[in-house]
């Protein structure tokens, strides 16, 4: 059983490199997000889709992009990347924004 | 100020030891998860508690909904190094979409 699958597990980049995390789903949910996790700070809301083609903004969107092509598919991509974006990056899927979330296993991702 | 708060960020018991984790709001959630995680993986969910003064149980672990439904807690009995790691509180709320906010996060620590 898949679940939700996260690609890749460690990154490294530079100060204005630009990257693409990968994130896809088998359940044929509706519902993916993208959160990031810092000390402290929990899980903060970066952007959200409620299917195939409609994305928004969450918590915490800004030097984020993502798109929703299709519905197992949720990729986030940072434009120029900037050391206050090191942290551990999760996607979750679910039926619906506050049912139960099933997440990914995490990028965690080092901005030299 | 987080919307929902936890108490306490750190605990490090011996096993055997009852603890209480709490989550805390002035906010109104439609409903409440509790989710744990341990290193290098995404958190996995625990419970929902929807219904205010709802209480459920998990084996050693009891979960309770405030009347109010601006706080909930957990309660571990007993408690073993199995229990170590990180435990998350997400509440949602009708007037955000239901979108889920987290909770800063509960570290737990059990010593053999």
């Known amino acids: 059983n898949a679940g939700v699958t996260q690609t890749p597990k460690f990154q490294v980049l530079k100060t204005g490199q630009s990257m693409t995390l990968q994130c896809a789903q088998d359940m044929n949910h509706e519902y993916m997000s993208w959160y990031r996790q810092d000390p402290g700070m929990g899980l903060r809301l970066i952007h959200y889709?409620?299917?195939?083609?409609?994305?928004d903004q969450g918590e915490v969107p800004n030097g984020y992009n993502v798109s929703r092509s299709t519905t197992e598919d949720f990729p986030l991509r940072l434009l120029s990347a900037a050391p206050s974006q090191t942290s551990v990056y999760f996607c979750?899927?679910?039926?619906?924004?506050?049912?139960?979330?099933?997440f990914g296993d995490g990028t965690r991702l080092s901005i030299l | 100020t987080q919307l929902l708060e936890q108490s306490p960020q750190f605990l490090s018991i011996q096993e055997g030891e009852n603890l209480t984790v709490y989550c805390n709001s002035s906010?109104?959630?439609?409903?409440l998860q509790w989710y744990r995680q341990e290193p290098g993986e995404g958190p996995v969910l625990l419970v929902t508690v929807v219904t205010g003064g709802e209480v459920k149980k998990l084996k050693r672990l009891t979960f309770q909904f405030g009347d109010a439904r601006k706080d909930s807690s957990l309660h571990i009995t007993a408690a073993q190094p199995g229990d170590t790691g990180l435990y998350l509180c997400a509440g949602a709320r009708n007037n955000a979409g239901n979108m889920l906010t987290f909770g800063g996060g509960t570290r737990l620590m059990v010593k053999p």
């Open positions: 889709s409620v299917g195939a083609g409609i994305t």
């Open positions: 979750a899927s679910s039926r619906g924004p506050g049912q139960p979330q099933h």
């Open positions: 906010s109104v959630f439609s409903s």
